[in-house]
């Protein structure tokens, strides 16, 4: 499998990576370091395997660190373009809920109080269309919790489209969350870098692809 590259120098690859690939282990890092014959590629964050979207690598030990360091700083701004069912209200907003993740159903939850394991979960969003009772998400992520987006969206009684797991009826088209955009800074030179890509134009996406109102997409 070729993977899409975004971007790559001696310290840092990004690329598109494919829905169905673990972003950990012998998934996307694998396959980088065989594509690019890297010594190492080593993985800075994750997203499901059921997503796809912009992500970045690091190819040395030291950008790793730096990196990882970049992103508990809250040096990340990571993007993601998300279609939910319904008419999602306000049309933009901050959502925090206290989350827990089940780790033997692989299924997050919204709990009420804190206890062992459960972690506060915070995103921005904004409503960039609505059409044919769905709407189309930019999303901000403060937090990275484990399927934070969709299980907060689900909780509200907007699961994403395609999202079985957390209540999507639509069983013709894959969970609509893409990761849409990246920014951090060069963990060498410090340099500001940002990176994006469109998501892919299949079904719930096309709905939204030749809206004027909706540049963001593109």
Known sequence: MEI??????????????????????????ALLKAQLTAPEVYCVHRLDKAVGGVMVYAL????????????????????????AHGSVSPAEGMLTD???????????????????????????????????????????LQTGRTHQIRVQFASRGHPLAGDAKYGSPLRDCRIALFSRALSFRHPVTGEALSFSAPPP????????????ENDAIH
Not at 104 to 131: D, F, I, T
């Open 4 to 29: 899409p590259i975004v971007y790559n120098d001696d310290s840092l690859v990004v690329c598109r990576k494919p829905v169905g690939v673990d972003s950990e282990g012998a998934g996307l890092p």
């Open 201 to 212: 134009e299949e079904r719930p996406w096309d709905i939204f692809l030749n809206m004027e």
């Open 60 to 83: 040395t030990r030291e950008s790793a660190a730096a990196l990882s360091r970049q992103m508990g700083a809250g040096g990340f701004q990571k993007e993601y373009l998300a279609v």
């Open 98 to 140: 206290l989350l827990f993740h089940d780790r033997a159903k692989n299924k997050s939850y919204v709990v009420r109080r804190r206890r062992a394991g459960v972690k506060e979960a915070v995103l921005s969003y904004r409503v960039l269309a609505q059409r044919e009772g769905l709407s189309l998400l930019q999303i901000r």
